[in-house]
């Protein structure tokens, strides 16, 4: 966030031949949590802006995986219950009975 708007802006601070420079780097060094977008060779850009019009956003609803689908063994048999330390396929996805 810069001057209360949020966004994408160009780093000022860069990495070149592990050396610290203002500008021109190669690279640059990026904390954890942490997003980037690479500028384009030779654009005069400096910033990528998100305007939500004062709009809060969110997610509405979250899909979830029927947890009543069928179970399978990885021989493609259907199977009825699940057994400790078994490979299992549900819903296209492998897992692991612990």
Known sequence: MVDGEVGLYTAKLNF????????????FLNNGFKAYLPKPTGSNVNALRFNF????????TVETENANAPIYDLSGRRV???????????????FIVK
């Open 16 to 27: 070149k031949d592990g050396e610290k420079v203002e500008e021109g780097g190669t690279a």
């Open 53 to 60: 019009d004062g709009e809060t956003t969110a997610i509405e």
């Open 80 to 94: 009825l219950s699940t057994v400790k330390g078994g490979i299992y396929i549900q819903n296209g996805k492998k």
